[in-house]
């Protein structure tokens, strides 16, 4: 498989690519290509949180739970939790995603298992759709594609080095197809992978508005106006004498 350095390098020069992309093509602003290129880079990691051993791995941790509290912020502004609330909010984030994450993970995953694979490539741009705070959809797409992006580079990476050549013949190694897979050898991993983008995508659609939500009424298409006024109390006309009673 490949290792630490060549992932973090093609997913930089993916991110390099993406951020000329954002900017030339898509007419995003330089911080919003910024901010995606960063993210691009640094999801190259990101299917390695199920290992358990490695400097890479502990930093690749520190990142994440760095970057989550920052998305975290974006929303409680916007909801308006400010102050020392807000950077509660913050801390705690911080520390479950970076010590009690950590161990969760340690419990329940196993090295090239389904957080190597096309349903957590998923799953992890979703989860980014979600928690990037934008009013503009494009530019939530654009941070959810750059994830998407590091992510696949990764997969890929990694079966290309399951491939294998003696100058004479080409072989694969125990490792060759367990990046780049839609379901995994563990039927209770699968399930619960494929429930969660199943959610997921239910909610990326919904927040999209691509899915109406059912808690709101649509407006009726026709307003009936009528002058029938059965039940209104008697009145009188301003400008009419005062023994003048009209119903």
Same mark, same amino acid.
């Given at each position: ?7 973090? @390098? &093609?997913?930089g020069?993916? *991110? ?10 898509m ?7 910024t ?8 999801? *190259? ?14 930093e ?16 409680t ?16 984030? =911080? ?14 995953? &196993?090295?090239?298992? !389904? ?27 654009? !941070? ?5 992006? *590091? ?16 100058? @004479? ?14 379901? *995994? ?15 997921? $995508?239910?909610?990326s ?17 026709v ?6 006024l059965?039940?209104?109390?008697? =009145? ?7 023994d $003048?009673?009209?119903?």
């Open positions: 498989m490949a290792a630490y350095r060549e992932h973090i @390098t &093609v997913s020069a993916l *991110g390099l690519a993406y951020w000329f992309a954002s900017v030339s093509l007419s995003f602003s330089l911080t919003q290509a901010i995606a290129s960063i993210l691009t880079w640094l999801s *190259g990691m990101l299917p390695d949180l199920d290992s358990q051993s490695g400097k890479p791995v502990r690749l941790f520190g990142l994440t739970a760095a970057v989550a509290p920052l998305l975290l912020l974006q929303h502004n916007s909801l308006g939790i400010s102050g020392d609330r807000a950077m509660l909010f913050a801390l705690l984030l =911080y520390g479950s995603v970076r010590y009690g994450g950590a161990a969760v993970l340690a419990k329940v995953t &196993v090295h090239r298992g !389904m957080f190597h694979s096309i349903p957590a490539l998923l799953i992890a741009a979703e989860l980014t759709f979600l928690g990037y705070h934008s009013p503009e959809t494009r530019v939530r797409l654009l !941070m959810a594609g750059g994830v998407a992006l *590091g992510f696949l580079s990764h997969l890929v990476l990694d079966e290309m080095y399951s491939v294998q050549w003696d100058g @004479t013949r080409i072989r694969l190694n125990k490792f060759a197809g367990s990046a780049i897979k839609f379901y *995994g050898k563990n039927s209770l991993a699968n399930g619960l992978t494929l429930g969660l983008l199943m959610f997921f $995508t239910y909610a659609l919904s927040s999209a508005g691509l899915i109406p939500d059912p808690t709101v009424q649509p407006a009726p298409d307003l009936e106006i009528s002058g029938d059965d039940d209104a109390p008697f =009145y009188r006309m301003a400008d009419e004498p005062k $003048t009673i009209l119903r």
